[in-house]
């Protein structure tokens, strides 16, 4: 059992997601510098989590955030609640009329097609979620009265602001005080960072918080860029390589922090803008844990990939405590979600289920 989680009788959440959540602006199969109409969805590395744990997996999650209360943010508030992830924990700021001091994240993207890439396009400044003070949310509550089981969050929401960080600590040393599995994806994102001090800021940030993880995500470049470890000869492609790759830096990486008890990254090559070579490892102390390889995976979104690979991860470790069927819940789920549209996955368990037992795409009728 890599992970003790509480019982769930104890909790009123399985699990809760602390980040921001935009308003992803999509321009469906064309482009955003000649788009004439969007489709709006919501989307946000810590929430899409959140967002697949609860609809496709039947968990019970909720998000801890910040809106401008205004039209978007109650759109925004609308598709959180249509993908029945309880919002109640939401804090809402009153919106001054133009969004000079405060504002609802926006994020324009497009998936791209063969050799033209996806591009993301992200107006986030001084947002809500940005604004967040540790203060504002009564994390004694949430961790010690309501309970929670497991509570992620990650470098996205990290890099969003000078403050973030000290809202994912206090949240974090609550959690722990009472037992709840903390979970960090690193998502190294160099465009947020570059605004408040760069990589060294970001391994100064990363490197506080991840002494309160227990279930560490993040590829190479993520733990080279986020928390300084140096990988020798990363490779570019999946290949034994690159898992060999991951696997040596492991051994670095929990001499230094030996809070983590599991370790888990996808191993993706970008072949084109719609196929990928795909699979996903993950360590702990028992050992290595390998997804099943798929190489040529088609693609319809690749965006929340990522994402939906760590809700299936943690729905696996949550479920079956067993490492190997946790990283092939993930890897299932993050291949699922990736052939349909928006951040979030539209995928079933018992989709997620037949594919990790080899189930093809013949049509069902
Ligand atoms: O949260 C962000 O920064 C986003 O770009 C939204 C996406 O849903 C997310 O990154 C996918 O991992």
Known sequence: MPVEV?????????????GEVMLRLDPGEGRV???????????????NVARGLRRCFGMRTALVSAFADNEVGRLLEDLILTGGVDASLVKWLPYDGIGRTVRNGLNF??????????????????????????????WEHLFGTLGVRWFHTGGIYAALS?????????????????????????????SLWKAIGGKARAQ????????????????????????????????????????????KMIGQVVQEYDNFKVVATTLRTVRSATVNDWG?????????????????LEILDRVGGGDSFASGLIFGLLTTGDLGRAVEYGAAHGALAMTTPGDTSMATRAEVEALMAGAGARVQR
């Not at 509480?6 to 602390?18: F, G, I, K, N, T």
């Not at 490197?207 to 300084?228: C, H, K, P, Q, W």
């Open 6 to 18: 509480l019982p769930a009788e104890d909790c009123r959440y399985d699990l809760v997601s602390l």
């Open 109 to 138: 993207t497009e998936r791209g097609f063969g050799v033209r890439g996806a591009v993301g396009v992200s107006d986030r400044g001084h947002t809500a979620a940005g604004q967040l003070r540790p203060e504002d949310v009564d």
């Open 204 to 247: 100064e940030v990363n490197r506080r918080l991840a002494r309160y993880v227990d279930v560490m995500i993040g590829n190479e470049e993520d733990f080279t860029a986020s928390l300084g470890f140096e990988v020798p000869g990363t490779a570019e492609d999946l290949s034994d390589l690159a898992a060999e790759n991951f696997e």
């Open 162 to 190: 000078d403050t973030t960080p000290d809202v994912i600590e206090a949240a974090m040393a609550a959690a722990r005080r009472h037992g709840t599995i903390i979970s960090y994806d690193l998502n190294y994102r160099p």
């Open 280 to 296: 996903a490892v993950a360590w702990s102390r028992d050992g290595f844990a390998h997804a099943t390889h798929r190489p040529g």
């Open 33 to 47: 510098r000649t788009a004439r109409s969007f489709r709006a969805w919501e989307g946000g590395g810590e929430y």
